[in-house]
């Protein structure tokens, strides 16, 4: 599978870039290479990770991969010392065999897991690093209710075939994928309580996100009708708190492998 140009908002994406951006440096803390001459930042979105990148590995050869035009503008002005390729995440393939593989919050738009995370893995050089960070939120409401709404509604024809993010394999199923192509393999989860403010707050978060892929599909006279409807069903379950705040715990999967 793969996401049109589109799906992605990168003003929407920022608003919450912050948050956005803790679990990436979480990631990144936790790389085992002190130096490297080229670095992949697979599924970079507007590049907010990709100059941090280049600060970590200074004179490396930093390349951002999206599949979106124009995420890929809005990372060239934000990260001009950098390179950056448009790419699919199943076919994709460096020129140059890099020592970092980073990916935060991309992979889990794709299937196939069990192939794709193999297929990165062998294009690493020796002591080459694969780091990953997806969103592990499919069976909660922000996602679940996305997929329930989509089919109830006079939206529900639109909505059959939008590109919704994919669940997760089972943990132990990564492990089981990676561990035999890795010297070393840490993984761990973290619910991160994301504090938002404003009406309606957990949908702006998902539209910078999960939830473009059923937007961009209805036509105009139906997205905020399906809008409306989706923020009705998450009130239950992210009510606004007595100082006007909404809490949103959201789960993340970060596995960091050296070859």
């Known amino acids: 599978m793969s996401i049109t140009s589109s799906t992605w908002d990168p003003t929407q994406y920022l608003r919450f870039g912050n948050e956005r951006l803790r679990p990436a440096l979480d990631l990144l803390a936790?790389?085992?290479?002190?130096?490297a001459d080229h670095v992949v930042d697979l599924g970079c979105g507007p590049g907010n990770v990709t100059p941090i990148l280049k600060r970590r590995y200074p004179t490396a050869d930093v390349l951002g991969v999206d599949g979106s035009?124009?995420?890929?503008?809005k990372a060239r002005a934000a990260a001009p010392e950098c390179r950056f390729e448009t790419g699919d995440f199943n076919t994709w393939a460096p020129t140059e065999a890099p020592d970092l593989i980073y990916s935060n919050a991309?992979?889990?738009?794709?299937?196939?897991?069990d192939v794709l995370f193999p297929r990165l893995i062998s294009l690493l050089k020796p002591n080459g690093v694969i780091a990953i960070q997806m969103p592990s939120m499919h069976d909660?409401?922000?996602?679940a209710l996305q997929?329930?709404?989509a089919q109830t509604g006079p939206w529900s024809s639109h909505l059959a075939n939008a590109g919704f993010a994919r669940g997760l394999l089972p943990t132990g199923t990564y492990y089981d994928v990676v561990r035999p192509l890795v010297k070393h393999l840490d993984m761990w989860e973290t619910t991160f309580l994301h504090v938002l403010t404003g009406e309606n707050a957990v949908?702006?978060?998902a539209e910078g996100s999960s939830l473009r892929p059923f937007l961009d599909a209805l036509p105009p006279d139906l997205k905020q009708s399906f809008r409306d409807a989706y923020s009705e069903a998450l009130r239950p379950h992210y009510p606004r708190r007595a100082d006007g705040t909404t809490l949103l715990p959201f789960k993340r999967?970060?596995?960091v492998g050296q070859v």
């Open 30 to 35: 936790q790389i085992p290479l002190e130096a």
């Open 69 to 73: 035009p124009d995420m890929l503008a």
């Open 106 to 113: 991309a992979l889990h738009w794709v299937t196939d897991h």
């Open 140 to 143: 909660a409401p922000l996602r």
């Open 147 to 149: 997929n329930e709404v």
């Open 203 to 205: 949908t702006q978060w």
């Open 253 to 255: 999967l970060f596995i």
